[in-house]
């Protein structure tokens, strides 16, 4: 199993108060569809294909409770959460660093995933 993680800091708004927050995510060979963000310490399991489409898009991207849009400079990721609705934004250039990095290693159309390993990670969740 190959993974890849990184470490930036990011903002976060909910209702009119922005903070700073720690962003981490990691890609792992295992499932090499989705990142895993921690957000201020908040797991998200968000589509890699959805980060891959949203850092090209003004318009927000996804459907149900991540929505992915980017500016010039800023990834933007509208969550709906249990504790309420937030705005995430981070450097772009940063997740896209890391984004490459993770197709370099599993070109789209070529992602190979152990199912047994997947289920039995859900099912133990």
Same mark, same amino acid.
């Given at each position: 199993?190959?993974?890849?993680?990184?470490?930036?800091?990011?903002?976060?708004? #909910?209702?009119? =108060?922005?903070?700073?927050?720690? !962003?981490?995510?990691?890609?792992? %060979?295992?499932? &090499? /569809?989705?990142?895993?963000?921690?957000?201020?310490? #908040?797991?998200? =399991?968000?589509?890699?294909?959805? !980060?891959?489409?949203?850092?090209? %898009?003004?318009? &927000? /991207?996804?459907?149900?409770?991540?929505?992915?849009?980017?500016?010039?400079?800023?990834?933007?990721?509208?969550?709906?959460?249990?504790?309420?609705?937030?705005?995430?934004?981070?450097?772009?250039?940063?997740?896209?660093?890391?984004?490459?990095?993770?197709?370099?290693?599993?070109?789209?159309?070529?992602?190979?995933?152990?199912?047994?390993?997947?289920?039995?990670?859900?099912?133990?969740?």
């Amino acid at each position: 199993m190959i993974t890849i993680s990184s470490q930036w800091v990011g903002e976060a708004t #909910v209702d009119t =108060v922005s903070v700073q927050i720690p !962003i981490s995510a990691t890609w792992t %060979s295992d499932d &090499p /569809l989705v990142l895993s963000c921690s957000l201020d310490g #908040v797991k998200w =399991v968000i589509g890699r294909d959805l !980060i891959r489409q949203g850092l090209s %898009s003004r318009s &927000p /991207l996804g459907e149900g409770d991540i929505r992915v849009s980017c500016s010039t400079t800023s990834l933007f990721l509208e969550l709906d959460g249990k504790g309420g609705d937030s705005l995430v934004w981070m450097p772009k250039e940063r997740m896209q660093g890391f984004l490459n990095k993770t197709y370099s290693l599993a070109p789209e159309g070529e992602e190979q995933m152990d199912m047994d390993s997947v289920i039995e990670r859900i099912l133990s969740s």
